[in-house]
């Protein structure tokens, strides 16, 4: 077991007892799968009371339909966005008349697959948080896609509230997206975790261009490769993939020309042909290293 040593289990509780001791933090935290392993945190190191308003984990899919409604896959982003949906519109009426003056709201919001006694299927997340930087305004959110690499159940679920800790202080306290994405993977050496996706949005990020940040999960050694569409879409490769045939054109496209488009129209119509597949269920990607950016 890959257990955390004493010196990085201070370094999360650390984290999270500051949120803890922050009067301007309130919110709710949602897990699903993994345990409610980062809300344990905050709970573990005292003060909870002032910056926990809910938990909640609706195991059961019936529960969980119940709450935020039928999905395809209950791991996948839009799940997680639903999740945040609901738990943040339900905070906001529940509590803005009496904390809304004075506190900033936050949700958390996590629907895992960690390794279980009967399947050894690819364990990961999706993870999630929406909050307020000043009372009352409009709310800004980050999303990140985690494959846990642990063999041990228990060890996935450490190292998954290891990272959601991590996220929480990065929102709150991290202003420039780089260093929030540096400090996902403290106190977890790099073999536990990956992150391979991460998206920005709302006011405090209205500037930030998500290619740059997937960049950065490359550049910083916490995944071996991102993806993003043509419009400059964020997307974990799973999302893609699923049930897809993939055509692959490497190269540098500095810039994209007729040639790298003539070659690659030849390679869609062969491909098509010989494998007897339609457009629909190709996916088309063009492959680059950070060496031709």
Known sequence: MQRMNAEMDVGTNKKAFQINLDQKKYGTFAEIGAGQEVARRFFHVGGAAGTVAKTMSAYDMTFSDAIYGTADRYVSRNRLRT?????????????????????TFFVFADTVAARSFKQHNESHGWLGVRFQSETRSAPSEIIIHVRMLDEANVDQQEALGVVGVNLLYGAFYYHQPEKLIASLQENLADERIQVDMVKFSGPDYANVDNRLMSLQLVSQGLTNAVMFTADGESVQPAEVFYKKAILVERGSFRPVTYATNDMLNGARAVFLNQCEYSENDLVVLMEMTLENL
């Open 83 to 103: 999740m945040l949906d609901h738990e943040y519109k339900l905070l906001v009426e529940r509590l803005d008349a009496k904390f809304g003056g004075e506190r």
